[in-house]
């Protein structure tokens, strides 16, 4: 059975950057779809990047769009998701999540589709 854990989370700075880290265990990696959401206090979780079982394919949210970039390295079984440009509102815990799938070119941000999910990272940025 998978498990998640991030890390990378922090206290950073208006226009600062961050690289969060997802690390699977438990399975080998390759056959799963990775995605990364958010969740802001009193908001609902979104989905803001999501990346094929073969890195092929990467999907945004439009808001995050030429900001974020999310990467995996399936041979160490990890997981990215890089946030350039931080503002205040991108203050959320991060989560990354996944499901193994038989499709290369598929992936989604839509937070049902996901089976497993780590426990979280915070993201704070402020001044």
């Known amino acids: 059975q998978v498990q998640l854990v991030e890390s990378g989370g922090g206290l950073v700075q208006p226009g600062g950057s961050l690289r969060l880290a997802c690390a699977a265990s438990?399975?080998?990696?390759?056959?799963?779809?990775v995605g990364w959401f958010r969740q802001a206090p009193g908001k609902e979780r979104e989905g803001v990047a999501c990346i094929t079982r073969g890195a092929r394919m990467v999907q945004y949210l439009d808001s995050v769009q030429g900001r974020f970039t999310i990467s995996r390295d399936s041979g160490k079984n990890l997981a990215y998701l890089t946030i350039n440009s931080l503002t205040p509102e991108d203050s959320a815990v991060y989560y990354c999540?996944?499901?193994?799938?038989?499709?290369?070119?598929?992936?989604?941000?839509?937070?049902?589709?996901?089976?497993?999910w780590g426990q979280g990272t915070q993201v704070t940025v402020s001044s």
């Open positions: 438990g399975v080998d990696w390759t056959d799963y779809v």
């Open positions: 999540a996944t499901r193994a799938t038989y499709s290369d070119g598929f992936c989604t941000l839509h937070r049902l589709f996901f089976t497993t």
